[in-house]
T-cell receptor
């Protein structure tokens, strides 16, 4: 596989459920990101991991919990979500330290909270 | 004030025409500028990036940057129906570090056959 892979593609969960989103990048990048995309809003940066260390937490509620076990894998653990958390969640990666490397996005997980 | 501002559109152009997409940004320290294309239901994909004032051409696409005016644009020549998508302008202040990218809301482009 190449690029950035996200699973699942679609997820429907109740407000009391616990689920996890998974992201894997095969580009050899050292930074990984979680973005949230809601209708009519710009992409919102949630978390950044640089060399496995969390370097950005953009005031995200604690019901979203990221995990980055290594530079190739990123998870977003979800629990007790709210209906307004329904959105497209995008994982991205980039190469740092070599100039301004653009973001490479996965296909996203469409999340619906019922 | 929005950090990265784009007209949401839709911008409708006839097939074969030039589509002009515009973006303004508020942070004068911004270093890098990206244009992403996002088809409905898909993830954003990089079209162009530009770091220096002036024009940068890649095939039918030209990115234009004017840091003094805090303005970046994307021109699409000979527009095709397959160019119909939402175009996201993205800006980052970093140079060499991780990308704290700020996105605009995007401009929806419709190319009419």
């Amino acid at each position: 596989e190449t690029g950035v892979t996200q699973t699942p593609r679609h997820l429907v969960m109740g407000m009391t459920n616990k689920k996890s989103l998974k992201c894997e990048q095969h580009l050899g990048h050292n930074a990984m990101y979680w973005y949230k995309q809601s209708a009519k809003k710009p992409l919102e940066l949630m978390f950044v991991y640089n060399f496995k260390e969390q370097t950005e937490n953009n005031s995200v509620p604690s019901r979203f919990s990221p995990e980055c076990p290594n530079s190739s894998h990123l998870f977003l653990h979800l629990h007790t979500l709210q209906p307004e958390d329904s959105a497209l969640y995008l994982c991205a990666s980039s190469q740092t330290g070599t100039g301004n490397s653009p973001l490479h996005f996965g296909n996203g997980t469409r999340l619906t909270v019922t | 004030q929005k950090e990265v501002e784009q007209n949401s559109g839709p911008l409708s152009v006839p097939e074969g025409a030039i589509a002009s997409l515009n973006c303004t940004y508020s942070d004068r320290g911004s270093q890098s500028f990206f244009w992403y294309r996002q088809y409905s239901g898909k993830s954003p994909e990089l079209i162009m990036f530009i770091y220096s004032n002036g024009d940068k051409e890649d095939g039918r696409f030209t990115a234009q940057l004017n840091k003094a005016s805090q303005y970046v644009s994307l021109l699409i020549r000979d527009s095709q129906p397959s160019d119909s998508a939402t175009y996201l302008c993205a800006v980052t202040p970093n140079s060499g570090g991780y990308q704290k990218v700020t996105f605009g809301t995007g401009t929806k482009l419709q190319v009419i056959p």
